[in-house]
Nanobody, 131 residues
Framework: EVQLQASGGGLVQAGGSLRLSCATSGFAFDDYAIGWFRQAPGKEREGVSCISRSDESTFYVEPVKGRFTISSDSAKNTVYLQMNSLKPEDTGVYYC????????????????????????WGKGTQVTVSS
């Protein structure tokens, strides 16, 4: 059974930090790209940062460059998102997802995420950044 479980969200003041984790199981972790996505109330889901497990290449959307860092641990089948210098506009539900076809730049860009099978989405974790 494919499972992706996001955790680590919470309430933090602007300027603070959080570290999200995406624990995975049930699929060949090293063959997939894993991405973090977020959805703010009333807004469409958007890519945040993605990583290729095969070559560890990464992609960040412009608003989070220099503040967020994505990493992975193959021994734990887990992907992390270190979020520093958080801003109120980073508030939203954060999800992780896996895809076997797309490189990180495609996975995180535009609306590619709508092609990801529901079996490869994890439940979200809420991140709230207060001003």
């Amino acid at each position: 059974e494919v499972q992706l479980q996001a955790s680590g969200g919470g309430l933090v003041q602007a300027g603070g930090s959080l570290r999200l984790s995406c624990a995975t199981s049930g699929f060949a972790f090293d063959d997939y790209a894993i991405g973090w996505f977020r959805q703010a109330p009333g807004k469409e889901r958007e890519g945040v940062s993605c990583i290729s497990r095969s070559d560890e290449s990464t992609f960040y959307v412009e608003p989070v460059k220099g503040r967020f860092t994505i990493s992975s641990d193959s021994a734990k089948n887990t992907v992390y998102l270190q979020m520093n210098s958080l801003k109120p506009e980073d508030t939203g539900v954060y999800y992780c997802a896996a895809d076997i076809l797309a490189p990180p730049s495609t996975l995180c860009s535009g609306r590619y995420y709508i092609t990801i099978s529901r079996y490869y989405w994890g439940k979200g974790t809420q991140v709230t950044v207060s001003s």
